[in-house]
C-alpha cells in the first residue's frame, strides 16, 4: 500500500486552517478535565505492583465495579486531581490488549524532568522493555499490554510546542 504523504500533509493544513482557532478566539472547554481513563486489569495486585510501586502512583481507591458483580474498579492518582482506573472482571474472558480502530493507542502522562529520568531508571531495573524517544518520552506496555507514555513535556506542551 502506497501513501500520499504530500496528499495527506495537504488535507492536514485544510483540516487546521478550517477548524484550528488561534487561542485568543477560542472558547473555553466544556469539561472540566479527564476525571479517569478506565483500562482492563488481569491481575489486580500485579497492576497495583506496576502501577503503585514502579511507577510511584499512588492507589487511592480499590472498590467493586457497580456494573459486573465481582470485578474491582481502583484507582491511580496521576497528579493534577487526575486518575488512571482500571475494572478487573473474574470469570470473563475478555483476551488480550488490542490496538483497534476506536481503540486506546496509548495513555501519555505527563511527570517532571528528574521524575522521569529516575522513573526510566526503575523500568531498565526491572527489566520492562521501554523505547526513549526525543529524550523526553519514554513507551513501554503495562503488565497486560497497555501503551503507556510517561512525558516530561509539561502539560499543554509536546517536544517543545504549545498543543494548549
Known sequence: MTVDLAAIEKQRDLLRDTYLLPADRRPASSARGLHHTALISSSVERTIWFYQDLLE????????????????????????DNLLAFFDFPGLDVGPYAEVLGGLHHVAISVEPERWEHLVRKLSDAGVEHVVHSGVSVYFRD??????????????????????
Open 57 to 80: 502512583f499512588p492507589l487511592t481507591e480499590l472498590i467493586e465495579n457497580r456494573d459486573y458483580p465481582g470485578s474491582s474498579h481502583f484507582f491511580f492518582d496521576i497528579g493534577n
Open 143 to 164: 503488565p497486560d499490554g497497555a501503551r503507556i507514555e510517561l512525558i516530561a513535556d509539561p502539560l499543554g506542551e509536546m517536544y517543545g510546542q504549545h498543543v494548549l
